[in-house]
């Protein structure tokens, strides 16, 4: 079986990956006499990798790091310069790729930052934008202002906020909807009779999920990228 890490700005996330089918991994207790390679991403510096990564030497085990190229099979990444886009943006857009070929489709992945990308039917990544995640959004205001406060147990709704913590939390929520409501723009530009499929991931896709009606959340979406970016480079 195959170990998958992903590492983003707030938590490190791994499965073991086997037969098409995920398990959760202990970190602490890893069954390395059954694991055969490690494939990993990583957008920031990580402890826990680096000692990850060195048990994994010492068992003899290869260990693979994704990174983003220009083309991979059908799909081209939108980027000049394709090391600065995020690893774990071009993994949801190969999964996003593989599980609906040749439709276009909005991934958002709502983590430390919320990524908005689009693809186009033929394969090619149009781009994204970048956004703080929910919580930085409120905790960027509610550190940065006298009076704009959290209490902690007010969910974020797309409602009109009466008080503050509704204003700020729902404030946040709205503000990610209607820039994922942009993104749709971009492809209805391109097919204006067809639907746009959204798929959501990361810490807060399944409350966007529910934001919009047909839309998915899959919580294995950058581990499915990292198994697929595997298999396509191992045949490059
Ligand atoms: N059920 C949940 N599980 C994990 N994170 C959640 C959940 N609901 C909200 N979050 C928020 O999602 C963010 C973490 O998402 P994640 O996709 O793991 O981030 P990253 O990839 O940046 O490490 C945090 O801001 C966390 O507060
Ligand atoms: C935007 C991100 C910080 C998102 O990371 P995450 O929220 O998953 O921790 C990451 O994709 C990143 O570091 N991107 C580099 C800049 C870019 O994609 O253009
Ligand atoms: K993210």
């Not at 276009?104 to 930052?113: E, L, N």
């Not at 966007?208 to 998915?216: A, D, G, K, T, V």
């Not at 499915?224 to 045949?235: A, D, I, P, R």
């Given at each position: 079986m195959k170990l998958l890490i992903d590492v983003g700005n707030t938590s490190l996330k791994a499965v073991l990956w086997h037969s098409e089918q995920s398990q959760s991994a202990d970190i602490n207790n890893l069954p390395w006499l059954k694991i055969t390679e490690v494939i990993y991403a990583c957008v920031g510096?990580?402890?826990?990798?680096?000692?990850?990564?060195?048990?994994?030497?010492?068992?003899?085990?290869?260990?693979?790091e994704a990174k983003v190229s220009k083309k991979l099979g059908d799909l081209v990444c939108a980027y000049e310069h394709v090391g600065n886009l995020g690893i774990d943006r071009w993994l949801a857009l190969i999964a996003g790729f593989k599980l609906y070929p040749n439709k276009?489709?909005?991934?958002?992945?709502?983590?430390?930052?919320t990524t908005i990308d689009v693809l186009n039917c033929e394969g090619l990544h149009l781009g994204g934008w970048i956004l703080p995640g929910l919580d930085l959004m409120t905790s960027s205001l509610t550190q940065n202002t006298q009076g704009v406060f959290d209490d902690g147990k007010t969910p974020?709704?797309?409602?009109?906020?009466?008080?503050?913590?509704?204003?700020?939390?729902?404030g946040a929520l709205v503000a990610t909807i209607g820039a994922i409501e942009q993104a749709k723009l971009h492809l209805n530009a391109q097919k204006a009779?067809?639907?746009?499929?959204?798929i959501f991931a990361g810490g807060y896709?399944?409350?966007?999920?529910?934001?919009?009606?047909?839309?998915?959340?899959d919580s294995l979406l950058v581990m499915?990228?990292?198994?697929?970016?595997?298999?396509?480079?191992?045949?490059a």
């Open positions: 510096r990580s402890d826990l990798l680096n000692d990850i990564l060195t048990q994994a030497a010492s068992n003899s085990i290869n260990c693979f276009a489709f909005i991934v958002v992945d709502a983590g430390t930052a974020f709704t797309n409602e009109l906020g009466k008080n503050t913590p509704n204003g700020l939390k729902n009779d067809q639907a746009v499929q959204i896709g399944s409350l966007l999920q529910q934001q919009f009606e047909e839309s998915i959340f499915k990228g990292l198994n697929y970016w595997y298999e396509l480079s191992k045949t």
